[in-house]
């Protein structure tokens, strides 16, 4: 019985120690450990460099290059596709991804964030619809332009000098090409890379042209979080690896197009070399010495050639790369101010020259505009021209004035507003032009009394003859009671001197007070017609020839009865020009030339004279009011002539020779035929 349990005992003292045997070796023996994973976020319709394909499978350049780095650095990629660039962002920021793949114009919170050395840089092209490409070719004015463009490739500053007349904003690249294909705009500018791609799919292949290269550059690498040196050095040196060891070019090869061509071409250029190599080496058997020179002369010229190349090329390729930067520099160094912010008003952009403007040093993280009272009060000035109008020109300047610390001051403005994925975004910039603007009104003050005291002596040396001659008239009349020839005669002068007094006060109220009415849309040429009674007299009494050239079918929209009257009195001043030379020499016969013609957005009206001519200080002189050289004069018929003109947008030029011809010019706004013939459609 003893016996059973003690061997009971050692049995269970046996199968004890097996146990422990087994659980050591267990401990002690290596177990496989599989690689950490490395959970990379990236957009998922970036091609060519990141997207899910037909299958649901993420692929792309930068997918590619980026799971051979992360096994490098002894990691096993993992990729997490996101539908929009904050969604990469966000899940960077809340640690459920460790990397993100994407442009790093995208980098945002440059505190929360840290992006690599560029991977790969591409430049932005122009790209428009086949239809259109033709009509744009080397058209460098985009101002009537609606222009798209993928949010985030584009600096804010590079849309700003565009000038276009409205941008798209758009977080997916084939969206770009449908904006084209439906009119929703015009331009596109897009990755040359993406737009490669895109245009090698059988439903973009022939809709679409690309018409420029040189719009800027985009650059995409990985983005970490903040102070994540560790990840970020290990991937740094795996770049190198790869870029040192052809890894890199053999991946590029296979996703960009643009390096596949280049490839294609150094090949077809090393084949043209092998070539020639052995053509000379051909040559060389039977020209052993003259061909060895040879060679070797166009060997050094060549390799100077292909040397001054890749000189250029890595000179273009530096200044693409830091194009960018130098955008957000002058951007920041503008001396006007600039305030960019989103449509929920939160500041996003403030340069220093607004800062110092508002009077602060920074700005809060979360300020919005409101918060800012100067810019706050620009910005409402201007809604109701801008904001409120879609049809409002981007990027027009508008003058605003301002009581700021009890002080008037005035600013140049100009909005323009954009659109990314969180909503719209706009642009303020202003300008302090107070100096600037009392400068102006001091000059026009200083030039507007000088103005006013050559009118005013004007005024009073024209009216002071009449009246001398009607006060001598009256006191020789009171000397002269019963001469009644003398009485006749003052019965004759004296009103006569009225009358020239009361035209001298009519051109002046015309002048002060110009006449208003209804304008009207007519045509030119009946009512150069209706002028020419004037010339046939003159031609009855003179020796005057005179020609006209009238086109038909040229609109304007004026006042007709001042346009005719300021139309009378320049041919009566050709035609008492030309009688004046007649009156010196009755043997010579004068030219009188009419044309009306349209020249561009003007319609020409031409009057040219073979009279007395004008000399050069005459011409400067003869538009200002009371200058004449008649007798009877006012010397304000050409001065209302000019005044007109000027107060329906048009123009007057007078050129002359004196003893030889004047030529006076007037233009006015053509309007188009369909309108004029169709007014309650303008």
């Not at 050395?117 to 619809?129: A, G, M, R, W, Y």
């Not at 040196?229 to 052809?246: E, H, P, V």
């Not at 009216?463 to 020839?485: F, G, H, V, Y």
């Not at 009103?495 to 020239?500: G, I, K, N, Q, Y």
Request: with cysteine; glycine share 6%; proline share 3%.
């Amino acid at each position: 019985m003893r016996a059973n349990k003690a061997g009971g005992r050692k049995i269970r003292q046996g199968l004890l120690m097996g146990w422990l045997a087994v659980l050591l070796l267990g401990v002690c023996l290596p177990v496989a450990a599989e690689p950490q994973k490395l959970r990379v976020a990236y957009h998922s319709q970036t091609v060519p460099y990141s997207y899910m394909d037909d299958n649901g499978t993420g692929s792309g350049f930068l997918l590619e290059l980026t799971a051979w780095l992360a096994q490098q650095c002894g990691y096993e990629a993992e990729f997490v596709p996101y539908d929009t660039h904050s969604s990469c962002r966000m899940a960077l920021l809340t640690g459920d991804v460790d990397a993100i793949i994407g442009n790093k114009n995208l980098l945002g919170d440059e505190t929360l964030f840290q992006s690599m050395e560029p991977i790969v840089s591409s430049s932005l092209c122009l790209v428009v619809t086949a239809d259109q490409a033709k009509a744009l070719a080397g058209n460098q004015d985009y101002s009537s332009f609606r222009a798209v463009y993928e949010y985030g490739t584009v600096m804010p500053l590079f849309l700003y000098s565009l000038h276009a007349r409205q941008y798209i904003s758009c977080s997916v690249q084939e969206d770009i090409l449908i904006a084209l294909r439906s009119g929703r705009a015009e331009i596109a500018i897009m990755d040359n890379e993406s737009c490669m791609f895109l245009m090698q799919q059988p439903e973009y292949k022939d809709g679409y042209a690309v018409l420029r290269r040189d719009m800027g550059t985009v650059d995409y690498t990985l983005i970490l979080q903040k102070g994540n040196q560790f990840l970020a050095n290990q991937l740094s040196r795996a770049i190198i690896d790869a870029q040192t060891g052809g890894i890199y070019e053999e991946i590029a090869d296979r996703w960009l197009a643009n390096r596949a061509a280049e490839t294609q071409l150094k090949l077809h250029r090393l084949w043209v070399s092998l070539g020639i190599v052995v053509a000379g080496a051909l040559v060389v058997i039977l020209f052993i010495t003259w061909m060895n020179r040879l060679l070797s002369s166009k060997v050094t010229e060549k390799t100077a050639e292909l040397a001054t190349a890749n000189k250029l090329l890595d000179e273009k390729v530096l200044a693409l790369e830091n194009d960018s930067r130098l955008r957000r520099t002058i951007l920041e160094n503008s001396p006007s101010g600039m305030v960019a912010f989103d449509a929920e008003e939160r500041v996003t952009l403030i340069n220093q020259a607004a800062l110092r403007m508002q009077g602060l040093s920074s700005v809060p993280e979360d300020c919005r505009i409101r918060d800012l009272p100067l810019w706050n009060r620009l910005l409402e000035k201007l809604s109701e021209q801008v904001l409120s109008s879609s049809s409002a020109p981007p990027g027009q300047s508008h003058e605003i004035s301002l009581t700021v610390d009890s002080q008037q001051k005035k600013y140049r403005c100009a909005l323009i507003r954009g659109a990314s994925d969180s909503g719209e975004e706009c642009i303020l910039s202003a300008e302090d032009i107070t100096d600037e603007e009392q400068e102006r009104q001091k000059l026009f003050e200083q030039e507007k009394n000088l103005y006013l005291n050559r009118f005013v002596a004007g005024i009073a040396h024209e009216i002071k003859n009449p009246l001398m001659s009607i006060r001598t008239a009256a006191s020789l009349l009171r000397d002269n009671p019963s001469d009644q020839e003398f009485q006749e005669a003052v019965a004759y002068f004296v009103p006569e001197e009225v009358d020239r007094i009361n035209q001298l006060v009519e051109g002046l109220v015309h002048y002060a007070r110009p006449v208003k009415g209804e304008q009207s849309v007519f045509e030119i040429r009946p009512l150069i017609e209706e002028c020419m009674y004037l010339i046939e007299l003159a031609a009855k009494k003179w020796s005057i020839r005179y020609s006209m050239d009238l086109e038909s079918d040229l609109f304007v929209q004026a006042h007709r009865d001042r346009l005719k009257q300021s139309l009378l009195n320049i041919i009566m001043n050709s035609l008492e020009s030309m009688e004046e030379r007649l009156t010196a020499r009755p043997q010579e016969t004068l030219g009188l030339t009419i044309r009306a013609f349209a020249e561009e957005e003007y319609v020409t009206i031409l009057v040219r004279d073979e009279g007395m001519g004008m000399s050069e200080q005459a011409i400067r002189d003869c538009l200002d009011p009371f200058y004449t050289t008649k007798e009877r004069g006012t010397g304000l018929g050409l001065t209302l002539v000019r005044q007109y003109l000027d107060e329906n947008g048009g123009k007057l030029s007078i050129d002359s020779r004196e003893g030889e011809f004047t030529q006076v010019t007037l233009q006015m706004r053509r309007i188009p035929n369909d309108e004029a013939q169709h007014p309650g459609g303008r």
